[in-house]
C-alpha cells in the first residue's frame, strides 16, 4: 500500500518544467529508452498513457526498479498537444566534459531544436564532448531532449558562465572560431595528436568580433543563402575532425 501512495503522489507533482526544477522530462517512448539504457540511475517515474503499448519501456523500467504510473494528467501537463504516449521523468545529472577529448564550444545558442540536434551530431561522431556557453538554450529543457532524441544521455557537456572560464580550465588546446571572414574550412588539416576547440556562436549574431585574435575558418558556400543553419555547421564541423582524428 505505501508503493501506491507513493505513486499517487508523484503523480500530483507532476508539473510544467523549468530551467530552476531538479528534475526533466523526457518525451516520447524512443526518448525515455534512451533514458532508462544510458542513465537508467537518474530516471525517477515514468508516465504511460492508457492508450498506448509501451511494453519494451515499461518492462525495462521495472527492472531497473523505476516507478511506471499510467496517467493521462501527466501528459495533459506535459505533453498536452504532442503526439506522445510515454513520458520518463528524470533528475538531472553532472556529466562533466574530458580535457583529453576535442570540444565543440557553442557560444550563446538560444534555441532548443538546434541545441538538440548538435547534441545527436556530437553523439554520433564520438569524437567531441561539447561545451555550452550561458546565457544559452536549456540541455534539459524537455524540448531540447526530445531534439536529441536521447541523445542528451550519451554523451559528455559542460556549461559555463563565460568563454573565458572555459579557457581557463581547458584552455590548453588551439582554439578555432567560427566566423564569416576566417580561411577557408575545407582546407584545415587536424593533428591526432593535438587538441582543439572548436567555436561556434549564436544563431542569430555569431561570434563577437573579439573572437578573431584567435585566426578563424569559415564554411564556404554559395550566394545563394545567407548563412548555413548552426546544426548543420557544426555537423559539416563534427564530421571533417573525426575523420581526421581518429
Known amino acids: 500500500m505505501a ?22 522530462y523526457a518525451l516520447g517512448a524512443t526518448v ?14 515514468v508516465y504511460v498513457s492508457p492508450k498506448s503499448d509501451v511494453d519494451a519501456v515499461t518492462e525495462k523500467a521495472k527492472t531497473l526498479g523505476v516507478p511506471v504510473v499510467a496517467s493521462e494528467k501527466a501528459f495533459n501537463i506535459l505533453s498536452p498537444k504532442e503526439n506522445c504516449f510515454v513520458i520518463g521523468e528524470f533528475e538531472k545529472f553532472d556529466a562533466k566534459i574530458c580535457g583529453e577529448r576535442n ?13 538538440g ?12 564532448d ?15 531532449v526530445r531534439a536529441s532524441m536521447g541523445a542528451v544521455f550519451g554523451i559528455n557537456f559542460e556549461l559555463f558562465d563565460s568563454f573565458e572560464a572555459y579557457a581557463e580550465k581547458y584552455g590548453k588546446r588551439e582554439i578555432l572560431p567560427f566566423m564569416l571572414d576566417g580561411l577557408p ?15 561556434f556562436g549564436n544563431e542569430a549574431t555569431g561570434l ?25 555547421a557544426v555537423a559539416i564541423a563534427l564530421y571533417k575532425i573525426s575523420i581526421q582524428t581518429r
Open 130 to 144: 561539447l561545451v555550452v556557453i550561458r546565457p544559452s538554450a536549456d540541455p534539459f529543457d524537455p524540448k531540447t
Open 117 to 128: 540536434t548538435i547534441i545527436r551530431d556530437v553523439a554520433a561522431f564520438d569524437s567531441v
Open 208 to 232: 563577437p568580433r573579439e573572437f578573431s585574435r584567435y585566426g578563424g575558418v569559415k564554411i564556404e558556400q554559395s550566394d545563394k543563402a545567407d548563412s548555413l543553419n548552426l546544426a548543420t
Open 3 to 24: 508503493g501506491c501512495y507513493a505513486v499517487f503522489a508523484w503523480e500530483i507533482m507532476v508539473k510544467k518544467y523549468k530551467k530552476t526544477d531538479g528534475v526533466s
Open 103 to 115: 570540444h565543440i564550444v557553442l557560444v550563446n545558442p538560444s534555441n532548443s531544436g538546434n541545441l
Open 32 to 45: 525515455t529508452m534512451e533514458l532508462l539504457n544510458r542513465r537508467g540511475e537518474y530516471a525517477r517515474c
Open 185 to 199: 574550412f575545407a582546407e584545415r588539416d587536424f593533428a591526432k595528436d593535438k587538441k582543439y576547440a572548436l567555436v
